[in-house]
């Protein structure tokens, strides 16, 4: 059983940048692909991206060039920057964790954080 817990968030003003945090417990972090998704009001949840236990990376259209996804896997956590902030970022934005499946999928995640707010004000 893993535990995740994102940190991170805020309010940023567009143009800015961000850095989440999610430190994983209870698990093998190495063993785990960590995805980020986020949740604008009214709208369905977003894959962002993820990367595999060797840090291999897949990122949505709509944020690559300007986020990052890394991994520390002695400190088991993982991180999302975000650059070039625009108002359309704004979301709760949820870390997971899945064992095997395909990195640019989106399913078979079963492991969530509680997620961490971001707003970028224009």
């Known amino acids: 059983q893993v535990q995740l817990v994102e940190s991170g968030g805020g309010l940023v003003q567009a143009g800015g940048s961000l850095r989440l945090s999610c430190a994983a417990s209870?698990?093998?972090?190495?063993?785990?692909?960590m995805g980020w998704f986020r949740q604008a009001p009214e709208k369905s949840r977003e894959y962002v991206g993820g990367?595999?236990?060797?840090?291999?990376?897949y990122y949505a259209d709509s944020v690559k060039g300007r986020f990052t996804i890394s991994r520390d896997n002695a400190k088991n956590t993982v991180y999302l920057q975000m650059n070039s902030l625009n108002p359309q970022d704004t979301a709760v934005y949820y870390c997971?964790?899945?064992?095997?499946?395909?990195?640019?999928?989106?399913?078979?995640?079963?492991?969530w954080g509680q997620g961490t707010q971001v707003t970028v004000s224009s």
């Open positions: 997971a964790a899945k064992v095997g499946g395909t990195l640019w999928s989106p399913a078979a995640y079963n492991y």
């Open positions: 990367i595999s236990w060797s840090s291999s990376r």
């Open positions: 209870g698990g093998t972090f190495s063993r785990y692909i």
